[in-house]
């Protein structure tokens, strides 16, 4: 089932070109074609996706530049391209002619307590700017207009701030929410929605990440409008327009030029809050059933457990900038530091769970010479999957391997005819899209990691995402100022952990 729900915009920038605002939120009742529906907590993880427009995937106007889950929901920041479309979507969400947020939701596990369809776990695939949001008196906010944009009037903003308590229609659910549905979204009561919390007289030039960095340094080094300005930001600690330091953490998933194979397609959970070692119980003996005779006695089973041992790592990058650096660079610059860093964090991270998957997986005998040819990627995906099965009975999700390897299997073909680097080519057994780092092989999702390299031993594996898990904490930054040279030190950092919880859901290619 894919449910798509309408939410809030709360920023919007059209100098940095970005839109921010919350993208679900959790526990709170929405009505669709469906019925009353809400979201719990966690039940939807933060994802790369892109911004369409009025959900639809030809019209695409911008990607993820961060996406943070709070215990109030999803908040997310887009980065939107300078294109016609992505020029207008800016101007419309400043005037408020299109100034809402919906989600696309796949939706995986739900349940129907008293007449609200409740998820409990789904997937986000795309979000979308759209004209008619869900609660009408949740608008754009705070808008930094380019130089070339006509100012908005009194009247205008007033409208978009109406008062609070506004009710709309609303519909009820059915007993049981049909499955594999797509589920178009309605308008949803709102309730307690006061006077804009990014409103101020004058507005704070705080709107992203970037420009919060910015004004952090020039607090520490004494500029007070800046330091009045930061401390605003932390004053609303729940709006994504102005981001507290604690909100740059999920920038790291929503580059666009960041994609981590090896984490994407696994499962992923939020770290523990304390510890640099956790442990997740595991069942090492299984109840047993056979059939019995009446009156013949049941042999128990005595239920037997261990402990998984999982081991915190930290990661922390460190960017260092001259005094005349921040003082006479173009604020983009600060933008440009995150990305690096945020980059290079992801890119740490992806590797470091890359090779726990190498070193946990098992393999079999090696009988495919290097570089794998079309009729033996086949078999040896064949062999992945019936060894993940035999020893997890859970199905294979994808096949991972490294761009030597990739590049090898969008060459292959059969009597001169490509048979993995198009949709649906004659012969075609799956598709390797030149153009993305995802297709499939053999039913399977493909994956391309930079973390795996050569076309030999090592550099693809087949795995099931549940035998593997990452828990990954927020990223935070630190400044700090070194008056001995007038630099200014940027700290990025954060914590995770690969579990490997059965060691044989992950099959590694071994060359003869």
């Known amino acids: 089932m894919k449910l798509t729900m309408p939410l809030t915009i709360t920023a919007a920038d059209s100098q940095s070109r970005t839109i921010s605002g919350r993208v679900v939120t959790w526990n709170e009742v ?47 920041v887009f980065s939107i391209a300078p294109t016609n479309a992505g020029n207008d979507a800016l101007v419309e969400a400043a005037t408020g002619l299109r100034d809402g947020f919906s989600v696309g939701v796949k939706v995986d596990a739900w349940d129907n307590k008293d007449g609200v369809l409740t998820i409990s776990k789904g997937n986000l695939d795309e979000v979308s700017l759209v004209s008619d949001p869900a609660i009408d008196s949740a608008r754009v906010s705070d808008v930094a207009a380019s130089e070339n944009s006509d100012p908005v009037d009194e009247e205008t903003e007033t409208k978009n701030n109406q008062p609070e308590g506004e009710q709309v229609d609303t519909t009820t659910v059915q007993d049981q929410a049909p499955a594999e549905e797509t589920v178009e979204a309605a308008k949803v009561t709102a309730t307690n929605a006061g006077r804009p919390v990014l409103f101020t007289s004058p507005r704070s030039p705080i709107v992203s990440a970037a420009s919060f960095l910015e004004h952090s340094v020039k607090a520490a080094r004494g500029n007070e409008d800046s330091r009045q300005y930061v401390v605003h930001a932390n004053s609303t600690a729940d709006n994504p327009g102005l981001i507290p330091t604690r909100q740059l953490t999920e920038v790291v998933n929503g580059l666009a030029d960041s994609v981590r194979a090896s984490i994407d397609s696994i499962s992923t959970m939020a770290l523990p809050n304390a510890g640099m070692t956790f442990q997740i119980p595991k069942l090492t003996v299984m109840p047993t059933v056979s059939q019995v005779d009446e009156l013949e006695t049941v042999t128990p089973t005595n239920m037997e457990t261990e402990f998984i041992d999982v081991d915190v790592k930290s990661f922390k990058g460190n960017q260092v900038m001259s005094v005349e650096l921040a003082d006479r660079s173009d604020p983009v610059f600060y933008q440009l530091l995150l990305q690096n860093l945020t980059a290079a964090y992801a890119q740490a991270t992806n590797e470091y769970n890359s090779a726990k998957i190498l070193l946990g997986s098992t393999s079999g005998s090696p009988a495919y010479a290097a570089p794998i040819s079309p009729v033996n990627i086949l078999k040896w995906i064949s062999d992945g999957s019936v060894s993940i099965y035999q020893n997890t009975r859970k199905f294979a999700d994808a096949v991972v391997m490294s761009p030597a390897q990739w590049g090898n299997v969008m060459s292959m073909s059969v009597d001169g005819r490509p048979i993995y680097n198009a949709l649906q080519p004659q012969n075609a057994a799956g598709n390797a899209q030149p153009r993305s780092l995802r297709g499939s092989i053999n039913g399977i999702d493909l994956w391309v990691d930079t973390a795996l390299s050569g076309t030999g031993d090592g550099s693809m594996y087949v795995i099931n995402r549940d035998a593997y898990t990452w828990f990954e904490s927020p990223a935070l930054t630190l400044t700090a100022n070194n008056t001995s040279n007038g630099s200014i030190s940027v700290l990025l950092y954060g914590y995770g952990a690969t579990a490997t919880k059965i060691a044989a859901g992950a099959y590694n290619f071994q060359a003869s």
């Open 30 to 76: 929405g009505s669709t074609s469906a019925g009353l529906t809400s979201f719990l907590p966690e039940s939807i993880p933060t994802k790369n996706v892109k911004l369409l427009l009025e959900h639809d995937r030809t019209r695409p106007i911008g990607k993820v530049l961060s996406m943070t889950a709070t215990d109030q929901g999803i908040d997310a």
